[in-house]
C-alpha cells in the first residue's frame, strides 16, 4: 500500500516539490485545512495581505522581479472573486501564477452553498487553464500540471479549485517531472526552422532602414535573452525600440536606444517604425497603444515577427515571416549563425544606414520628452527625472500604478537590466503597483524597491501598507499627487471639452498621517528646492515609506499619438494641440 | 469630419467573410465545451452551428464541429485561439465550398396532417434519405439527412402540409477518401 496523505498535505507536497517559498494569500472557511496543514512546512513562507486582488498583485510583483511562478492562495466565493483582477491582469501581461483557492464541499456545489461561486466558470477566461478537483487522488497530477501550464510556453496565470472535503480526504502523491516540458502551453513545438533563420539574415542584410521593436516577450524569455537581445543589436549597429512591457531587456542609456514606442512613446521611436524598410518585432504583439491607426502602421516596411505564441501572429498586423520560437532560443541560433557567415557585418553595414540614422537624429533633435520645468512647482516629470539620478546607482526595482505617472516613468526611468521594471501594461489595473511592490520586495529582499504611484490609483490597494508593515518590508511608495485622476483630466482636456467629469478627488488622505497611521514613515516635498532632499531621506530609511509629492495639477503627458493617427503624427506639447487636436485627432487618445 | 470621443482608434476596413467547418477534437472532461465555446463568445466569434459527442470511449475523446463564419483573419485567429486550449488536442478547418469534405446535418419534422399530405411531404423529402419513425392517423415524424440549405429548403415546403415542430443538429463533417485529418 502507497503512503495516504490528506489533499491539503499533498498540495504542500507539491508546492515543495516545485520549490515555492512564498505563497501570497489570504484565509477563510473554505481553505482552512490548507492554512492548518502550513504549520508541517518550514520551507514555505505565508505572506498575509489584506485583500486577495493585493494578494494576486503581489504575486505578480514577486513572478515579474524574479521569473518564478507567484503563488496565490484564496478561499472560496469573494476569495476567489477578489482575485479575479489578479488573474487578469497576469494573463494580459503573460506572467506565470498559480492560484490555489478553496470550494465549498463537493456535495454542496450548485446548492448556492455560503461563499460558493462558479470559480472555475468565472475565472475561465482569465486564465490559461483551470482545473475543479473531484478525487483527491488525481490532486498532485492537476498541481503538478498547473505550474507546467503557467510557466511553459507564453506564461500565464492557472487556477485549481479544491473543495474542502477533498482538502480533508486521503489520496496518493505521485511527481512525474516535466512531464511536458519544452512544450507550447502543453502542446509540442516545432524547433526553429533553418531556412527560417537563413531568411531572417537575408532580410537584415537587404535593409537600410532597420529597426528592432522588442517586448515583454524578451523579459519572460529570462535573462539570457536579455543578453542575446543585446549582442544582436550591437552586431547589427541596428537601432531599438522597446514597448512598455520591455523595457530594460535593453539598457535605456545606449545611444541606439531610441526609447519606448506606442501611445507615448519618443518621437523618434514612432518616427523610426513608421518609415523603417524592416521591423524586426522580437516578442511583442502589436497592440493597438503601439500601432496607432492600423491601415496607417508602417506602411512600407518588412516586417519579422517573432512570437512565442503562435495566435499572435497575424492577429493584428500581417507580417512577411514569422518565427514561433522562445526569444532566447531563437536569438541564440540566429547570432550563431550570423556571425558564421557576417563576419564584419558592422563596419560593411555602416554605410549602408547612416542616411537612417541620420534621419533618427534629426527626429532626436525634437527631444520629445522634454517639458518646461518650473521652480514654483514640482513637475511630475522632474521628480521622476530626479528620483532615476538619485537611485541610478543602486540596482533598483521600479513598480507602477496605471495613469500618466506610469507613462512619466516609462519615458524617464531608465532601466539597464531586465525584471526591474513592473506595470500594469495589458489590463491597465490601477492599484497593482503598491501591492506588486510588496512581492517584489519579497522577492528581491535588501534591494530598493520603489512604487511610483498616483494619489488615485494608490488608494485602490493602499490597504497593502499593513502588509509591508507586518513583514517588515521597506518599500517606498512616491505618489506624484496631482489630485487628479490625471490621465482621465487628460483626456477630457483634449477630447471632452474639458469636461472634467468626476476625475477630480475633492477628499483625499493626508498621506504623511496614513503612512504613520499604518506604522511606516510619511514624507511631504511641495517645493522643486526641496525635493533631492526629501528622495535622500526616503531612500535612507529602511521602513516603508509613503512619499506624498505633490505635483503641478495639470500637467500632460507628452509626446501622445491622438487617437486614430498613424505614428509620424504625434502630438508633443501644448503647442500642437490647438492645431492638431482639433476634430480628427480627438479619436486617438 | 466626424468627431470621435473613442479611447480607440476606429474599425478599419472589413474583409470578406466566409463559412467555415471547425472540427476539434478533444478530452471529453468537465467544461470543455464551454471553454471551446466561451473562447467564440468572449473573442465574439460566430457559431452558426455545433455538434458534439463522445466518439472515442477509451481516450475519453470528444470531436465537435463548428460551423463559423469570418474573414480569413478571423478564421485563422479562431483556430490559433482553439489550438492553444489545453483539452483541444488537433484543430481542422475546411471552407463549405471544398469539394473534399462531406457534411451533413440530421433533422426531425414532426406533422400533423392528413395520410395524402403525409405521402407528399415523403415525396418531398424523398432526395434525402427520408425515415419514416413514427406514424399515427393525424400525424408522423420523419427523419431526413441533409445539407443545411437543404433542410432550410425543406422547411419552407413542408411548412403548408402540416409541420409543427422541426429539430435538428449541427452539421458534421468527415472528408472523402482514405485519409483523415491528422
Redesign the interface.
Known amino acids: 500500500m502507497p503512503k495516504l496523505f490528506t489533499g491539503a498535505e499533498i498540495v504542500f507536497k507539491c508546492l515543495e516539490d516545485q520549490k515555492v517559498e512564498y505563497i501570497f494569500g489570504y484565509p477563510g472557511g473554505a481553505v482552512l485545512p490548507i492554512y492548518d496543514e502550513l504549520k508541517n512546512h518550514k520551507s514555505i513562507k505565508h505572506i498575509l495581505a489584506r485583500h486577495e486582488q493585493g494578494a494576486g498583485h503581489a504575486a505578480e510583483g514577486y513572478a515579474r522581479s524574479s521569473g518564478k511562478p507567484g503563488i496565490l492562495l484564496v478561499t472560496s466565493g469573494p476569495g476567489a472573486t477578489n482575485a479575479v483582477t489578479a488573474l487578469a491582469d497576469a494573463y494580459m501581461d503573460s506572467i506565470p501564477l498559480v492560484c490555489i483557492s478553496g470550494q465549498v464541499p463537493t456535495h454542496l456545489i450548485g446548492t448556492d452553498a455560503f461563499q460558493e461561486c462558479d470559480t472555475t466558470g468565472i475565472t475561465r477566461p482569465c486564465t490559461k487553464h483551470n482545473w475543479l478537483v473531484k478525487d483527491v487522488n488525481n490532486l498532485s497530477d492537476i498541481i503538478h500540471q498547473a505550474f507546467e501550464v503557467a510557466t511553459t510556453g507564453r506564461p500565464g496565470p492557472v487556477l485549481v479549485d479544491i473543495p474542502k472535503d477533498i482538502q480533508f480526504k486521503k489520496g496518493r502523491y505521485k511527481f512525474t517531472k516535466n512531464k511536458l516540458f519544452k512544450k507550447v502551453n502543453g502542446k509540442v513545438s516545432k524547433k526553429v526552422n533553418s531556412k527560417d533563420i537563413d531568411k531572417f539574415i537575408e532580410m537584415i542584410k537587404k535593409s537600410s532602414k532597420p529597426i528592432f521593436y522588442t517586448g515583454g516577450g524578451v523579459i519572460n524569455s529570462g535573462p539570457n535573452a536579455s543578453k542575446l537581445l543585446r549582442e544582436l543589436v550591437s552586431l547589427t549597429g541596428f537601432p531599438i525600440t522597446s514597448t512598455l512591457q520591455g523595457l530594460g531587456a535593453y539598457p535605456g542609456d545606449d545611444p541606439q536606444f531610441l526609447g519606448m514606442l506606442g501611445m507615448h512613446g519618443t518621437y523618434e521611436a514612432n518616427n523610426a517604425m513608421h518609415d523603417c524598410d524592416l521591423m524586426i518585432n522580437i516578442g511583442a504583439r502589436f497592440d493597438d497603444r503601439i500601432t496607432g491607426k492600423i491601415d496607417e502602421f508602417s506602411p512600407a516596411s518588412k516586417k519579422i515577427h517573432v512570437d512565442i505564441d503562435p495566435s499572435s501572429v497575424g492577429k493584428n498586423v500581417k507580417v512577411d515571416l514569422a518565427v514561433i520560437s522562445d526569444v532566447n532560443e531563437l536569438l541564440e541560433n540566429l547570432i550563431k549563425k550570423f556571425k558564421e557567415k557576417n563576419k564584419n557585418f558592422l563596419n560593411s553595414n555602416k554605410q549602408k544606414t547612416s542616411k537612417w540614422w541620420m534621419q533618427i537624429e534629426k527626429w532626436r533633435t525634437k527631444k520629445s520628452l522634454n517639458f518646461i520645468n518650473s521652480e514654483k512647482t514640482i513637475k511630475p516629470q522632474h521628480a521622476v527625472q530626479r528620483l532615476y539620478e538619485l537611485t541610478k546607482h543602486k540596482d533598483t526595482f521600479i513598480t507602477t500604478e496605471v495613469g500618466q505617472h506610469q507613462m512619466w516613468a516609462a519615458q524617464h526611468y531608465k532601466f539597464n537590466k531586465p525584471n526591474r521594471w513592473m506595470t500594469s501594461g495589458g489590463l491597465g489595473t490601477m492599484g497593482f503597483g503598491l501591492p506588486a511592490a510588496v512581492g517584489v520586495q519579497v522577492a528581491q529582499p535588501g534591494k530598493l524597491v520603489i512604487d511610483i504611484a498616483g494619489e488615485a490609483s494608490v488608494l485602490m490597494t493602499i490597504q497593502e501598507m499593513s502588509t509591508a508593515v507586518q513583514y517588515r518590508l521597506p518599500i517606498k511608495i512616491f505618489i506624484l499627487n496631482n489630485e487628479y485622476m490625471g490621465m482621465v483630466r487628460q483626456w477630457q482636456e483634449l477630447l471632452h471639452d474639458k469636461n472634467y467629469s468626476e476625475s477630480y478627488s475633492e477628499a483625499l488622505p493626508d498621506f504623511v498621517k496614513l503612512a504613520e497611521a499604518y506604522g511606516c514613515v510619511g514624507i511631504r516635498a511641495s517645493k522643486p528646492s526641496e525635493l533631492d532632499e526629501k528622495i535622500e531621506e526616503m531612500i535612507n530609511i529602511d521602513k516603508p515609506v509613503i512619499f506624498d509629492c505633490v505635483v503641478d495639477k495639470e500637467e500632460n503627458c507628452y509626446p501622445m499619438i491622438p487617437s486614430g493617427k498613424p505614428h509620424n503624427q504625434m502630438l508633443l506639447g501644448p503647442q500642437d494641440e490647438k492645431e492638431e487636436v482639433s476634430d480628427e485627432g480627438k479619436a486617438l487618445v | 469630419?466626424k468627431?470621435?470621443?473613442?479611447?480607440?482608434?476606429?474599425p478599419?476596413?472589413i474583409g470578406k467573410k466566409e463559412h467555415h467547418i471547425i472540427v476539434l477534437w478533444v478530452d471529453n472532461e468537465?467544461?470543455v465545451l464551454?471553454?471551446v465555446v466561451?473562447?467564440f463568445s468572449?473573442r465574439g466569434y460566430n457559431i452558426d452551428s455545433l455538434a458534439v459527442a463522445e466518439v472515442d470511449k477509451k481516450k475519453h475523446l470528444s470531436r465537435i464541429t463548428i460551423v463559423t463564419i469570418g474573414t480569413p483573419?478571423v478564421i485563422?485567429?479562431i483556430k490559433?485561439?482553439l489550438?492553444?486550449?489545453?483539452p483541444v488536442h488537433k484543430v481542422a478547418d475546411f471552407s463549405r465550398h471544398d469539394p473534399k469534405i462531406l457534411f451533413k446535418e440530421l433533422a426531425l419534422f414532426k406533422l400533423v396532417a392528413t395520410s395524402k399530405k403525409q405521402e407528399k411531404a415523403k415525396k418531398i423529402c424523398k432526395k434525402f434519405n427520408v425515415v419514416v419513425l413514427d406514424k399515427s392517423k393525424k400525424s408522423f415524424v420523419i427523419q431526413v439527412t441533409a445539407l443545411r440549405r437543404e433542410i432550410d429548403k425543406l422547411i419552407d415546403n413542408l411548412k403548408p402540409l402540416g409541420l409543427v415542430s422541426t429539430s435538428r443538429t449541427g452539421a458534421v463533417a468527415m472528408t472523402r477518401g482514405p485519409e483523415i485529418f491528422k
Open positions: 469630419m468627431k470621435s470621443k473613442s479611447a480607440y482608434s476606429e478599419s476596413k468537465a467544461g464551454a471553454r466561451g473562447l468572449g483573419e485563422e485567429q490559433l485561439q489550438k492553444k486550449l489545453i
